[in-house]
């Protein structure tokens, strides 16, 4: 599945409309990037859903509610374990973290087809 530049940066208006599918190609985006490791303990996905892939939760970094961009470079695919970490505690050397990970992946990855 090909994952265009068109949902890589959504304008709001477009987001709005679209923001559900968006938020869903967004999702399935960063988790095909991450490649079943955790991009906050950097860990394999604990376990495999049921039709087989890693399983990995998106979680934005800054919320959309924040205003945090509806973006795949604010959104991290994390273990179950990390995401309720970053929910709970949000602690900043965690979220740095999180952010030097999604920048070491490069423009170059962001267009690749996955």
């Known amino acids: ?3 265009h530049s068109q949902c890589m940066h959504l304008r709001s208006d477009e987001s709005q409309q679209f923001g559900i599918l968006a938020a869903s190609n967004i999702s399935e985006y ?21 039709d087989g892939r890693p399983y990995l939760e998106s979680y934005r970094i800054k919320k959309l509610s924040d205003g ?3 973006t795949i470079k604010n959104t ?13 505690l ?4 965690d979220i740095e973290r999180v952010k030097a990970r999604i920048q070491e992946y ?3 990855n962001s267009f690749q087809e996955l």
Not at 76 to 88: D, F, G, I, S, Y
Not at 90 to 93: A, D, K, Q, R, Y
Request: aromatic share 2%.
């Open 1 to 3: 599945m090909a994952i």
């Open 106 to 108: 490069g423009e170059i």
């Open 90 to 93: 949000g602690l900043p050397e």
């Open 76 to 88: 991290a695919a994390l273990c179950p374990n990390c995401r309720v970490k970053l929910q709970l």
């Open 30 to 50: 960063v988790k095909r990037r991450a490649q079943g490791i955790c991009e906050l303990c950097r860990k394999p996905a604990p376990f495999h859903d049921l």
């Open 68 to 70: 945090g961009p509806d």
